[in-house]
Structure formats: structure tokens, C-alpha cells
């Protein structure tokens, strides 16, 4: 057991520069979703980075032909003893948009800019300083322990695969679940994520009678105008006492200006941390369809409503599994002298699907800002995503140190 933990800040404060070395080299491949083979040869690399830990690689084929492969990598142990680590190979940004925004690794005094520093590649990096530190220092723990680590090759898109990887090779009691996507920060507070929101987006089609605008308007039920009733309805579902959100993202209808228009479509999600109020949500935008209640002024032919959910993300809730590990997690910070305290966030990650497989945590990678932005205004006010070089080590000894009290 690793009780000094000089030695552990001076074996990462030595490990930091062939880490920083490893995320240079992950943050050149562009790994966009929708990029594959920047995906699977990210992909590549990364387990080349794991392989001399003894770990074995696993690609997986994503159901998407358009996406590249997810990757698992496993390390059996001598005891019954499992434990998970989840991060992500895929990036948002298009290999046009980093060269029209001249988005790339750039180191400036304690920050590095470019696409992935964040999100999450450096929370691959911060996987494998603590995997090194516990080889190295704490090896008969890490020899004990079966290690199994994933990475969704398409996270940023929700794959809806990913989840089944996973659960199909995480033995019943795997011990955690451990999320590396970003830390967050309140002033001086480390932010670890015990909560997120879910996230079920919808359709909603209504179809009503084509007429000539001009000679036969009674006749004609407008699909717009039923709509537009509904999008009324629809954003009035939002309710903060219950922390949902409704959003009606996009709307379409009608065709050329002289008829009574007989289709539209509005598109939308929402979002909730419960999933008693998910479901009950559900429930309420299902029960819009059916006949509507605009109709036709010449017969009483009514417009007609249909809902569709499209997607569902599952919400994590707060959950006893989750805050048995958060609890570790703030022991150690107390001890190390840094307080860490849960953030339940709107955002989605894997964590979503895999909280009641195993007790999860999110927020075990490095500190930085501004993820999911390319672009740099030159007074400054605008900057892309980057990372807090002085963030990694003071973390990697909190996560080695709380992982260590979890398998203890
Ligand atoms: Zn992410």
C-alpha cells in the first residue's frame, strides 16, 4: 500500500512528460465521429500505449458502419477482483474545422489547446499515469486485479452499442465503474460527477389536409397551425420544481404558400435527472397523439398527431453506488487537502447507461475548459478547448490513492 504520497507525486511529476508526449501524439490523429479511420487508428495507438502494461486489445465493430471500432482492453488478475474504466476515442470536431480554425496541439505556459486535450484524451492519459503508478508501486494490488478498460468510439454521437459492450464483459460484482471524462470546478472545489441528466429525443408529426388556399380553404386542416398549438404545449411540459426541461429544437412544414399545408414536424428532447419524472414526461408527450384538435371548418375532418421517441438516454440518478465512491473520493481529498464535492450535470456520458450495471463515478480526468469549441477570438474572449497541464498530477495521486482505499 502506497501510504507516501511524496513518492507518488515524484513518480508522476517524472511520468508527466512521456504522458503529455502520448496525448500529443493521440491529439494530432483527428478522431471526429464520423472520421472512422482516425477513430480506429486513434484506436490503435492507444492500446500500443496500454500493451506494455500486459494488457490485451479487444476491437469491437461498432453497429454503425460509419463509425470506427470501440476498443477494449483487459488485464486478467489472480483474484476475483474486477475493476472498469471507461473513456472515449471519438472528438466533435471535423478535420475541415480544425484546419480552418487552426485548431491543433499548442502548448501555451500552463495550457495545451486542440481538439480532444479535454475531451477526453487527457482523461486517457490520466487512465494510464494511474495504471503506471499502481504497476509500479502498489503491484501486488495491480496484479490482483482483472482490469477492464473501454473506449466508446463513438461516444459523441450516443452510440447505442456501447453500452452492450460493456455489460457483456463486466462480471457480476465488478467492484467500479470509472468515468474519465473531465473534472469540473467550483472556485477551489474539485467537481466529481454523480449525477447526470437523461436525455429522450422525440418527434412529432401531424398531418392534416392539403387544400387550395384560395377556393377551398375551409376544406383544408392545417398542419402548421396544429403545430404550432402543440409546440405551445409541448414547451409548457418544462417544469424546474421537477428539473425537466422540454426543447423544441427544430420545426418544418408546409410546402408552397397557395395551400393549406397538410404535413409538419417538430423535433425536440428532454431532460431530467429522475427517472420517475422521465417516464412520467414520456408518458405525457405520447398522450398528444391521436386526433387533433385543429379540423377542418367545411366537414370537421380532423388533423392527426403521432409522437415518436427517437432516442433515450437514460438518466443516472444520485444512487448509494455512486455515493459510496464519491465518499472515498472526498476522504482522500481531505487527506490530500483538497475538497471534493459531486455535481450532478445536464450533460450525457456512458455513465448514463452503465450506472446500475456497476457503481459508478464521472470526472476522474484532468482539469481544463472550454470543450466542444474550436474557435479563438483574437481579443482573447473566445478560446478552444484546452487543458491544465498543472491539473494531472495532483489528480492521478487523488484517483491512485482512492482507487487503492476501493480495492483495499
Ligand atoms: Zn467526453
Request: hydrophobic share 40%; charged share 20%; proline share 5%.
Amino acid at each position: 500500500m502506497i501510504t507516501d504520497t511524496h513518492s507518488l507525486k515524484a513518480f508522476f511529476d517524472a511520468q508527466l512528460a512521456p504522458g503529455l508526449e502520448m496525448l500529443r501524439q493521440m491529439v494530432s490523429i483527428n478522431s471526429f465521429t464520423s472520421n472512422r479511420d482516425g477513430v480506429n487508428q486513434l484506436g490503435k495507438l492507444t492500446a500500443d500505449f496500454f500493451t506494455p502494461f500486459g494488457f490485451q486489445p479487444e476491437y469491437i465493430p461498432s453497429t454503425n458502419p460509419e463509425w470506427g471500432n470501440h476498443l477494449v482492453l483487459t488485464r486478467p488478475g489472480r483474484s476475483n477482483k474486477t475493476l472498469a474504466m471507461v473513456s472515449h476515442l471519438d472528438t466533435v470536431f471535423p478535420p475541415e474545422e480544425e484546419i480552418a480554425n487552426n485548431f491543433h496541439w499548442q502548448v501555451d505556459g500552463d495550457h495545451i489547446f486542440g481538439p480532444g486535450t479535454l475531451d477526453i484524451k487527457g482523461g486517457t492519459v490520466m487512465m494510464w499515469l494511474v495504471l503506471a503508478a499502481l504497476r509500479a508501486k502498489a503491484t501486488q494490488v495491480f496484479e490482483d486485479v482483472t482490469w477492464k478498460l473501454f473506449w466508446n468510439s463513438s461516444e459523441e454521437c450516443l452510440s447505442p452499442d456501447f453500452e452492450l459492450v460493456c455489460r457483456n464483459r463486466l462480471p457480476a460484482g465488478t467492484i467500479a465503474l470509472l468515468v474519465f471524462e473531465a473534472e469540473n470546478r467550483l472556485g477551489s472545489n474539485r467537481l466529481m460527477v454523480a449525477a447526470r441528466k437523461g436525455r429522450i429525443t422525440w418527434k412529432v408529426t401531424v398531418k392534416g389536409r392539403g387544400a387550395h388556399a384560395g377556393g377551398n380553404l375551409k376544406h383544408g386542416v392545417s398542419a402548421v397551425t396544429q403545430l404550432a398549438n402543440l409546440v405551445q404545449r409541448i414547451e409548457g411540459m418544462t417544469d424546474f420544481s421537477k428539473e425537466l426541461t422540454f426543447n423544441v429544437g427544430r420545426v418544418s412544414g408546409g410546402t408552397v404558400l397557395n395551400r393549406v399545408p397538410h404535413e409538419a414536424v417538430a423535433e425536440g428532447e428532454f431532460r431530467a435527472f429522475s427517472p420517475t419524472v422521465c417516464n412520467e414526461a414520456k408518458a405525457q408527450l405520447l398522450a398528444l397523439a391521436g386526433k387533433g384538435d385543429v379540423r377542418s371548418r367545411a366537414d370537421g375532418y380532423p388533423s392527426e398527431i403521432s409522437v415518436e421517441i427517437t432516442s433515450e438516454s437514460r438518466p443516472w440518478p444520485r444512487n448509494p453506488g455512486t455515493d459510496r465512491l464519491l465518499a472515498l473520493w472526498a476522504d482522500c481529498g481531505r487527506e490530500l487537502g483538497t475538497s471534493v464535492l459531486a455535481e450532478d450535470r445536464g450533460g450525457l456520458s456512458d455513465g448514463n447507461s452503465l450506472w446500475d450495471a456497476v457503481p459508478t463515478l464521472d470526472g476522474l480526468g484532468p482539469w481544463g475548459d472550454n470543450d466542444h469549441c474550436s474557435e479563438r477570438s483574437p481579443d482573447g474572449s473566445k478560446l478552444p478547448e484546452f487543458v491544465e497541464i498543472s491539473s494531472f498530477v495532483p489528480k492521478a495521486i487523488l484517483n491512485t490513492l482512492a482507487i487503492l482505499r476501493l480495492l483495499s
